[in-house]
């Protein structure tokens, strides 16, 4: 199947909702430290993993203060990003072939205040159903690696709620509107009103329609071509069609309803409703 609409619709909030929090929010934390190995079974032989203690690593350069890795120390030398060497931004980890499991790995890193993630579940299922691994950026985390692949909090899962076209002008062209929901969950009251006060503030703002081939992570979590920019991802779609924050309402699990949910998390949600007019028959 070709890309739709949806699929750019989707990649493309994504990208923008990523940015728009850690660029308004400075929504990161500089860290650096040791690495762990660990067996990973999903991977190709070729390659061991060493995990850091958090995830997900910050990969946009455009982010002002944050640090970036280009590379991590292997037995006290540095060794930049490479065939061999893959950096995992979104399990926080370096991926190396060619060293033992032994091998004494480090680096530096900014860690997200919260992982971002796509998903189908409903709210209940994600609140109340779900148990989630704690990576905390307050405390200092244990001196271990954070499992892959798994979702950790603090976290904000972003899902398609519903899409439909409306007339617009004669020729064809429709408003297409677009229901995207965020819900939020925080380690404390002070990191959750501030996500929901960054995007409170989103009302109007635009974003650019960019392709699925523009996402900028590998397979393996890694950086294609070894550097991604946002803001000159964004130049490059500079004539696509633009997406309109046409509304934005925030809203928080009252202090009485978390008491009733397993984990000790701070909820709430945002729901936006986006719009582009296009030509969706054409």
Do not use: C
Request: charged share 20%.
């Amino acid at each position: 199947m070709i890309e739709q609409f949806q699929h750019k619709a989707t990649n493309s909030f994504m990208l923008w909702f990523d940015n728009y929090l850690l660029k308004k929010g400075q929504a990161y934390s500089n860290k650096s430290g040791s690495f762990y190995y660990y067996a990973d079974d999903r991977l190709d032989d070729r390659f061991k993993a060493f995990g850091s203690p958090y995830k997900q690593w910050v990969n946009d350069s455009s982010i002002a203060g944050a640090t970036i890795p280009s590379g991590v120390h292997v037995g006290g030398t540095f060794q930049p990003r490479s065939s061999s060497l893959l950096l995992d931004f979104t399990n926080g980890r370096a991926l190396i072939s060619g060293v033992a499991s032994t091998a004494s790995v480090s680096g530096s890193f900014a860690v997200k205040d919260f992982n971002i993630y796509f998903t189908n579940d409903g709210e209940e299922d994600l609140i109340v159903d779900k148990k989630y691994t704690p990576n905390s950026r307050i405390f200092s985390a244990a001196a271990s690696y954070i499992e892959p692949y798994d979702n950790v909090v603090p976290a904000i899962f972003l899902s398609s709620q519903s899409i439909n076209n409306s007339p617009f002008s004669f020729g064809g062209e429709d408003t297409t509107k677009i229901q995207m929901k965020a819900v939020i969950m925080a380690e404390n009251s002070y990191q959750l009103d501030g996500a929901l006060s960054i995007f409170a503030d989103s009302f109007n703002e635009t974003f650019p329609s960019i392709p699925f081939s523009g996402n900028p992570t590998t397979e393996y979590g890694d950086i294609k071509n070894g550097f991604y920019s946002y803001n000159s991802l964004k130049n490059q779609y500079a004539g696509e069609p633009l997406f309109f924050v046409e509304d934005v309402v925030t809203s928080k699990l009252s202090d009485k309803a978390r008491k009733s949910l397993a984990n000790d998390l701070f909820i709430g949600f945002i729901d936006f409703e986006i719009h582009q007019q296009r030509f969706p028959r054409l």
